[in-house]
């Protein structure tokens, strides 16, 4: 264990935990000491990532939960609260779907899916851990955004959307909650090589080859390059920290340079 214990005796959930920034996040919180409920639909990929952090000495449970039903996220709530031996107190929404399409490409089962999942996966867990969190001395919710949510980008009408509104939603939930100990914000990054981005769907969008849009995307960082896992899930952690109790409703940039904002 390391990162000097920073989150001893905080209880985390991580939604999307299988793959991805959301397995990033979850070692992450874990390394500082958080026990971690790693949370997706699919069991195996959860249960990898749950593994991995017994192993490296910290506490994880793994636990299939649908951010899209109401069921799925109402019958996980006891479940995960007995795991996790308390109240959470740090909600991570991470789980997310991607599609990329030109504007009258994108079906409305597109845009319903990606609301669904996006916007009101977030919603669901909010409301149904929200009101236990308001109570504890020192409480988080981080939603994974995106600088897909700051600004425009071409083939990404839906999705941006969905993005846009998370963003909305940070910041309203956190003019409400401010008075409380509860703190929260977003954290948005650039693209990052994961396998939720379609880089061959998108690159048909932009008529281009996958080679050609990857290196204009890299070019378009100040860094010249994207950003990593390891990156945008430490400012995830750091959010959760004493260090961070005076930041609230912000929507914070990992991108190495893309959006100034």
Same mark, same amino acid.
């Given at each position: 264990?390391?990162?000097?214990?920073?989150?001893?005796?905080?209880?985390?959930?991580?939604?999307?935990?299988?793959?991805?920034?959301?397995?990033?996040?979850?070692?992450?919180?874990?390394?500082?000491?958080? !026990? @971690? %409920? *790693?949370?997706?639909? +699919?069991?195996?990929?959860?249960? /990898?990532?749950?593994?991995? =952090?017994?192993?490296?000495? $910290?506490?994880?449970? !793994? @636990? %299939? *939960?649908?951010?899209? +039903?109401?069921?799925?996220?109402? /019958?996980?709530?006891?479940? =995960?609260?007995?795991?996790? $031996?308390?109240?959470?107190?740090?909600? *991570?929404?991470?789980?997310?779907?991607?599609?990329?399409?030109?504007?009258?490409?994108?079906?409305?089962?597109?845009?319903?899916?990606?609301?669904?999942?996006? *916007?009101?996966?977030?919603?669901?867990?909010?409301?149904?851990?929200?009101?236990?969190?308001?109570?504890?001395?020192?409480?988080?919710?981080?939603?994974?955004?995106?600088?897909?949510?700051?600004?425009?980008?071409?083939?990404?009408?839906?999705?941006?959307?969905?993005?846009?509104?998370?963003?909305?939603?940070?910041?309203?939930?956190?003019?409400?909650?401010?008075?409380?100990?509860?703190?929260?914000?977003?954290?948005?990054?650039?693209?990052?090589?994961?396998?939720?981005?379609?880089?061959?769907?998108?690159?048909?969008?932009?008529?281009?080859?996958?080679?050609?849009?990857?290196?204009?995307?890299?070019?378009?960082?100040?860094?010249?390059?994207?950003?990593?896992?390891?990156?945008?899930?430490?400012?995830?952690?750091?959010?959760?920290?004493?260090?961070?109790?005076?930041?609230?409703?912000?929507?914070?940039?990992?991108?190495?340079?893309?959006?100034?904002?």
């Amino acid at each position: 264990m390391h990162e000097e214990m920073l989150l001893k005796g905080r209880r985390a959930v991580v939604t999307g935990a299988g793959r991805g920034s959301g397995r990033a996040i979850a070692l992450h919180l874990a390394r500082a000491g958080a !026990a @971690v %409920a *790693v949370v997706a639909r +699919s069991k195996s990929q959860i249960e /990898s990532t749950a593994a991995e =952090i017994q192993r490296d000495g $910290g506490s994880a449970w !793994a @636990v %299939a *939960v649908d951010v899209t +039903s109401d069921e799925s996220v109402n /019958s996980a709530f006891p479940v =995960i609260r007995e795991a996790l $031996g308390g109240p959470v107190d740090t909600l *991570v929404n991470n789980a997310g779907a991607y599609t990329a399409r030109t504007f009258l490409d994108y079906s409305m089962d597109d845009w319903h899916s990606l609301l669904d999942v996006n *916007v009101l996966g977030t919603v669901r867990m909010t409301r149904k851990f929200l009101p236990e969190m308001l109570s504890l001395p020192r409480a988080r919710i981080i939603n994974l955004a995106s600088i897909a949510g700051k600004k425009a980008s071409f083939g990404q009408s839906a999705y941006n959307a969905t993005k846009h509104a998370l963003i909305g939603i940070t910041r309203c939930l956190a003019l409400e909650t401010g008075a409380s100990n509860l703190r929260v914000n977003a954290v948005c990054p650039g693209f990052t090589k994961t396998e939720m981005i379609d880089i061959d769907q998108l690159s048909q969008v932009h008529g281009k080859s996958p080679e050609d849009l990857w290196r204009d995307i890299e070019n378009t960082s100040t860094i010249r390059r994207t950003v990593s896992l390891d990156e945008i899930a430490s400012l995830v952690m750091f959010l959760t920290t004493a260090a961070a109790d005076g930041i609230n409703g912000q929507s914070l940039v990992v991108d190495g340079g893309v959006v100034f904002s």
